[in-house]
Every structure is written in structure tokens, then in C-alpha cells.
């Protein structure tokens, strides 16, 4: 029903930024909550951030709450992910996610993206 498309990952030095977004096609975006994830090598897929379906509720994770932002465009169909002030511990693949209600578990996301790698040197 939904298909979601990331971009805007890559390789950036400590201290820099990186903004991620998540095109989605299919039914109108507003009918969905909006949710990033992360998952580094040889860890378990983390919450990072989500969206309610007109941007009135937000919520971070503590590791990201003040450098990362989450927005969106139901205009565009876009979610958004700015990161600033990135650390080497940011480094993961990126994932977006859109489901019905906003949690912080990955299991209650119906849709996901590819996956994008966002790699932060010290």
C-alpha cells in the first residue's frame, strides 16, 4: 500500500550533518505516522525518532534529542531526518518506517524503506 523511498546518507566528519529523507508513494502520507531507525553492525535495530501524521506529536530518542530533527511535507509525501552535530556512535544504516501509531518499537511499523548508511569519521 505504501512504498518508501530513503536518500541523503553518506560519509561525513564528526561535528558535521546530514539530512535524510523518505518519499513515499501510495496512499496519502498523512494517514501515517513517520518513523526513522537505526541499525549498526552487530547491534539491535534502535529507535530514533517519529512523527505523527500532521507533525503534532514528536518524539526522540535521549541519544539523539537535541542534534536530530524530524520533520515532514504531507505536500511532498516526505519525511524528513536533519542530524547535526553527528558522533562516530551515529554510524549506522538508516532505515525509515511508517505505520498507523506512534511507538518505539520497529515491530509496530508496516512499511519500510531500503535502508541508507550514514557513516560519521572521528
Known amino acids: 500500500q505504501v512504498q518508501l523511498v530513503e536518500s541523503g546518507g553518506g560519509l561525513v566528519q564528526a561535528g558535521g550533518s546530514l539530512r535524510l529523507s523518505c518519499a513515499a508513494s501510495?496512499?496519502?502520507?498523512?494517514?501515517?505516522?513517520g518513523g526513522w531507525f537505526r541499525q549498526a553492525p552487530g547491534r539491535e535495530r534502535e529507535f530514533v525518532a517519529a512523527i505523527s501524521g500532521y507533525g503534532s506529536i514528536i518524539d526522540y530518542a535521549d541519544s539523539v534529542k537535541g542534534r536530530f530533527t524530524i520533520s515532514r511535507d504531507n505536500a511532498k509525501n516526505t519525511v524528513y531526518l536533519q542530524m547535526n552535530s553527528l558522533k562516530p556512535e551515529d554510524t549506522a544504516v538508516y532505515y525509515c518506517?511508517?505505520?498507523?501509531?506512534?511507538?518505539?518499537?520497529?515491530?509496530?511499523?508496516?512499511?519500510w524503506g531500503q535502508g541508507n548508511p550514514v557513516t560519521v569519521s572521528s
Open positions: 518506517a511508517a505505520g498507523a501509531t506512534l511507538r518505539r518499537s520497529a515491530g509496530q511499523y508496516d512499511y
Open positions: 501510495g496512499r496519502p502520507f498523512s494517514s501515517y505516522v
